[in-house]
């Protein structure tokens, strides 16, 4: 379980939502450099931001997310 998933279910949302964001960023990085290696750690923290982004009912910047997700896992790489 990741650290902004435990602050989750503490109800420490807004928390969670920062920690999940600096995850997406760094995996970002990481598979701008090596997608093979960090594809399945990039969809795993954007998917957890996601969640973030609905429990504070963020659902636009939700909905971004999604599309990055999809075109992630819809990638045949």
Same mark, same amino acid.
């Given at each position: 379980m990741t650290y902004g998933a435990h602050l989750t279910? =503490? /109800? %420490?949302?807004? /928390? #969670?939502l920062t920690a999940d964001r600096e995850a997406v960023a760094r995996? %970002?990085?990481l598979h701008a450099a090596h997608p093979d290696a960090f594809r399945e /750690? =990039?969809?795993? #923290?954007l998917h957890n931001l996601e969640i973030d982004l609905h429990n =504070?009912? =963020?659902n636009d910047e939700a909905q971004q997310v999604a599309q990055e997700l #999809?075109?992630?896992t819809d990638d045949p790489q």
């Amino acid at each position: 379980m990741t650290y902004g998933a435990h602050l989750t279910e =503490l /109800d %420490r949302h807004h /928390d #969670a939502l920062t920690a999940d964001r600096e995850a997406v960023a760094r995996f %970002r990085w990481l598979h701008a450099a090596h997608p093979d290696a960090f594809r399945e /750690d =990039l969809v795993n #923290a954007l998917h957890n931001l996601e969640i973030d982004l609905h429990n =504070l009912n =963020l659902n636009d910047e939700a909905q971004q997310v999604a599309q990055e997700l #999809a075109t992630l896992t819809d990638d045949p790489q």
